[in-house]
């Protein structure tokens, strides 16, 4: 259709999509679309479509996936998002994913790649199970990757280390049971489409950057032909 990367990212927590997500926009010129902020931005802004999804957040309510999906419609038509844009956070289900692809093709565009950053369970709940912050400023430390010099004491201000509750082992578990239960139709859906681009997140970051970035040039140059 075009040579437009519009790019969704898969993986589970802690498999290193952001630090992905962040080179991808860097070397590609992609804007990154979080839906997170889109709909801040939106609310923000006072839009119509901001002082609906307010009205949501504000009653404790999910916004609903056609208001989500008509944030990032007008996020896409902006000028900034003509050669491609990087989904972040959206679709989590298979009705989104069909909502999306919906909606993009009333813009006569279409999803270029879904990657998936793979990695499995345990590699998670050790990743994120050893992070400690400081309680005075939150610095943070692993306990495999980046400890502390003295056990459970910041290095830089001398204040104790704790391990926050969203990384304790059983939320984590709790994320990764929801992750799979969701992902793992929506990784079904992308292959049949033949859109789905696997990369194993055990690599180091600069390898799965190279492996995505090798990925993407490819898909463009088939995109040409
Ligand atoms: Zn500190």
């Not at 989590?92 to 279409?110: I, K, M, N, W, Y």
């Not at 990369?199 to 040409?224: C, K, M, P, W």
Request: charged residues 30%; aromatic residues 4%; contains cysteine.
């Amino acid at each position: 259709m075009s040579r437009e990367l519009n790019l969704i990212l898969l993986g589970p927590p802690g498999a290193g999509k952001g630090t992905q997500a962040a080179r991808l926009v860097q070397d590609f010129h992609l804007p990154w679309a979080s839906t997170g902020d889109m709909l801040r931005a939106a609310v923000a802004a006072g839009s119509d479509l901001g002082v609906k999804a307010k009205g949501f957040m504000d009653s404790g309510d999910l916004v609903p996936d056609d208001l989500i999906v008509d944030l990032i419609v007008e996020r896409v038509n902006q000028a900034d998002c003509a050669d491609g844009f990087l989904l972040d956070g959206y679709p989590r289900t298979v009705p989104q994913a069909d909502a999306l692809g919906e909606a993009l093709s009333g813009l006569s565009r279409e999803v270029s790649a879904a990657l998936l950053i793979e990695l499995d369970d345990e590699e998670v709940i050790r990743r994120l199970s050893g992070r400690r912050v400081c309680v005075q400023s939150g610095h943070g430390y692993h306990l495999d990757f980046d400890p502390p010099k003295h056990e459970g004491v910041c290095d830089q201000d001398g204040s104790r280390l704790i391990q926050r509750d969203d990384d304790t082992e059983a939320v984590i578990r709790n994320r990764l049971n929801v992750y799979h239960s969701q992902t793992k139709p929506l990784v079904e859906y992308y292959e049949e489409r033949g859109l789905l681009r696997r990369f194993d997140g055990s690599r180091s970051q600069t390898e799965v950057h190279d492996h995505i970035r090798a990925a993407l040039a490819t898909l463009r140059l088939e995109d040409t032909i």
